[in-house]
């Protein structure tokens, strides 16, 4: 079953990020690239990406387009991952692995597909 896991980040965590040194930055960056290369061989990633900032953003909205950010809010996303896994409990396994699971805000939310839920 497909499940994407959000995760979102906040000003907080853009703050520290920002305020690391390049060694910590490669550190972390790191050990996002093991994460990844552990999901790829058990082949339950199907794809992975970190997203850029809010005011990168457009958005369009019955018809008309405007730039970012849009609203007053703490959280935003910040990335994701796509997952095939065999369980619901296995996708909030590898969630809880993600850095931001521990300060932030990571969601685990089950894929549709066309013919709706596979509950």
């Given amino acids: 079953m497909k499940y994407v896991v959000l995760i979102y980040g906040n000003p907080?965590?853009?703050q520290a990020w920002e305020?690391?040194?390049e060694e910590q930055r490669a550190a972390g960056l790191a050990y996002y690239q093991q994460l990844n290369d552990d999901l790829d061989e058990s082949g339950e990633r199907i794809v992975s990406e970190r997203l850029?900032?809010?005011e990168l953003t457009t958005r369009i909205s019955a018809g008309t387009t405007t730039d970012g950010p849009f609203a007053e809010a703490k959280e935003f996303l910040a990335?994701?991952?796509l997952l095939d896994c065999e369980s619901h409990?296995?996708?909030v396994e590898?969630?809880?692995r993600i850095p931001e699971a521990a300060f932030g805000v990571v969601e685990v939310r089950?894929?549709?597909g066309l013919h709706?839920?596979?509950l």
Avoid: H, K, L
Wanted: glycine share 12%; no cysteine; aromatic share 12%.
């Fill in 116 to 118: 709706g839920p596979e």
């Fill in 52 to 54: 850029a900032y809010p």
């Fill in 94 to 96: 590898i969630a809880a």
């Fill in 89 to 91: 409990e296995r996708a």
């Fill in 110 to 112: 089950p894929v549709m």
């Fill in 12 to 14: 907080d965590s853009r």
């Fill in 19 to 21: 305020g690391m040194s």
């Fill in 79 to 81: 990335g994701f991952y």
